[in-house]
């Protein structure tokens, strides 16, 4: 369809992206907005480029949180669906648990993890994150695992096929792809909590913890800046989620027409 | 006056790339009122194309269309014409009598004139005890019943059907053929039909048009002589044999024009 | 039906056993871990077992018993519970404000395919970007910003947090669901001469029901985590995440206070996702069991 083409779809997120922009200087000049309500974005990217050491250092301290919690959860994730996979018993014990966790601030445990750990200790964040990205590895990875198409089993079967033999040939396959698809999930919801963990006290060196000091000592411009270095940060995992995705996967997936 | 009246109707996409399709090409057909006749032939002779025209859902490229002796668009607007297609398109959301009110909803009909055709149209497809249950409750076949009492909800004088029973199994296909033509008796309705098969052209048209592709155009037009009163015996009569090979010749005509350029498939001999 | 009934009383059971099980590993621990914590790889991971880093569970539910402060009359279970319905109203506002602002403007998109195409893969992204860093900034407009001469209470900006965090699935599953109608349902409208109004309301809202329901779940918890970060990161007075940041600063002398919070803050959360799953359920309702999420 030639309304599919690369301009189409490239131009309009464009206008709009620098119409916004614009409107958003242009309110804050005409009308003269205080600096604690809305900082114009031209002030906001020289504050990034001004403090770009500090946000640097204060994102990697984030980042490091978030990316250590996103590959020690991933990791205990997969291995533990596996055993969920296997133990129907155990998916029916953590599956509730589960869907329970998904609707909980569930990041309010670092109040009590801050207690159980040193104060200056990064510990209680990277466990915080850890323990969100396993859940979400694991819900989907044991999907995948077991929800594998019928026949590919019977099939297997007919050839008289050990268990571990299908494990390896039908399901392990089939659940690569749920678990791109949940470390895409995972990525930024990674970054998000290493994030939120910073505001319940304890070690004061990230992202989180910049921005609220910022705040407090009335530099909202700089606080931006940090705000936006950590929407970086948060796009930077995402797409290196999303490169691992469709490096892994071989062939596209059928996209349903659009009415 | 005619019921469908199409003068050198020609369909074109991508007029002009390399992508252009000639879908239909100069296609002259009359259609009178309460007559039945039948669309066939092979993937992509625009049978369907054809259709959509009459139903104004596509604009023709050149030609004319008339319906009841208006333009296609007005004979839309004016809900001059039902139509039903191979998924009955039920929605799963509304309950068997809500499904055939749509049409009457959109209309502006008041409720309780609503409830009242819709009771009716349930009488004639013999499906009244399941007014209140949900198409997924349904079997395949109930499920095309409702969508054509649905297209003769506001009892228009002509019915555009596009496959309806392709995607049932061979008895109930049979038996909603018997079905459509007492309703169609019944309301006098014109039909305008396409179909895969031959055997079901044939045993429900007064004409079959056999239509051949690239580019789609109309080859033969095969009378069909069964007279009015078709019932199961029909099935064993002289002249539906004779009609289904001269339905059956005409297609070949088409397929060994093209049988060396491009393999010409989804007629079924059936 | 009476299967679906027992199907939920053994998943709560379930739920119930597995809360049972994390309370045994956490006396377990206690019993067997260091007091003091300790290494595992040479690094410092071992949580502390002592009494006053990790309390005995009935310590913390039977601190909801006892008074919130020594010498106050209210016990901690009414504080918490006074806490979480604030922070509940909170997050509802956010949830239907974020929802209903989600839902218009995914009708805008479905109608206009150039808003579509502009303003869609900046919402996408949005979800992956951590907007939650503009709490504070969003938070320290209250007390200070005057519009027209009214004063912007600070509980409306974890409101409007919470919408904002709501709004962004909601715009996104509603856009999905109003243009997944399938060409024939389009096709029979087009035949009927329908207006664009009449399809939205009569086919593409209803078809999209099925998309919204799991874009509502993850607004719910949306709406809850937008407010409570709201509250802990300036301390907003009267919901259940200022409660936690409170009881965590009295940890040291009080350890078990701040999980009574953290419960709280956890129930907030399912009440909220209680109360959509109804709300789904009603929607749901007359359609076919094809789909569980």
New interface residues.
Partial sequence: MSTDSFASRVIPPAVFGVGFLSLWEGVVRVFDLKPYFLTPPSKIIVQFFTNFGPIREAATVSGKNALIGLIVGAVFGVLMSFTLSRFRFLSQLISPLAVALNAVPIFVLVAVLNNMFSITSEIPRRIMVTLVVYFIVLVNVAKGLTQVHSTHIELMRSYAASDSAILRKVRIPNAVPYLFTSLKIAAPVAVITAFVSEYFGGSQNGLGSRITSNIANSKNAAAWAYVFGACLLGLIFYSISIVLESAASRGGAATKKRN | MNAVELSGVSKIFNEGTLKQVDAVVDVSLTVQPGEFVSLIGPSGCGKSTLLRLIANLLEPTTGAIAVNGKSSAQARQDHDYGMAFQQAGLFDWRNVTKNIELPLELKGWEKAKRTDRAKQMLELVKLPEFAELYPWQLSGGMQQRVAIARALAAHPQLLLMDEPFGALDEMTREYMQGELLRICAETSTTVVFVTHSIPEAVYLSNRVVVMSPRPGRITKIVDVKLGANRGEETRNAEEFFSGITAVREALRGTHADHVAANAVRGVEDR | MISSVRRSA???G??V???V?IAGLWEFYKFVGPQD?GQLFG???L??ANS???PHVWDMLSRYGRPEIRGSDRKVWSVVLAGAWFSLRLSSAGFILGASIGVGLAVLMARY???E??????LV?S????????A??VV??GG??QIAGFEWPRWLSAAVLGAFLAFFPVSVGTLKGL????????????????SWR?TLI??RF??A?PFMVPAF?LA??GS??GV??AE???GLKGGI?RL??E???E??AD?AK??T??FG??A???V??AIVAAADVMLMR???KETTI
């Fill in positions: 053994f998943r709560a379930m739920f056993l597995s809360l099980l914590g690094m410092r991971i949580p502390r006053q880093a990790m395919r150039v808003v195409r502009g303003l869609l893969p900046y992204l979800q992956t970007v951590p907007l939650i860093a503009l504070p900034l320290s407009w200070k910003l243009t997944s109608v399938p060409s024939s349902s389009l096709e029979l409208m087009n035949s009927y001469a329908a009449q009569k086919l209803p078809a029901v779940k719910a918890s809850v985590i409570v970060v802990i990161s300036t995440g936690v940041i009881y965590a600063r940890a040291t350890p701040v999980f919070a953290v803050a956890a907030l959360g399912l909220m996702a007359n359609r076919p």
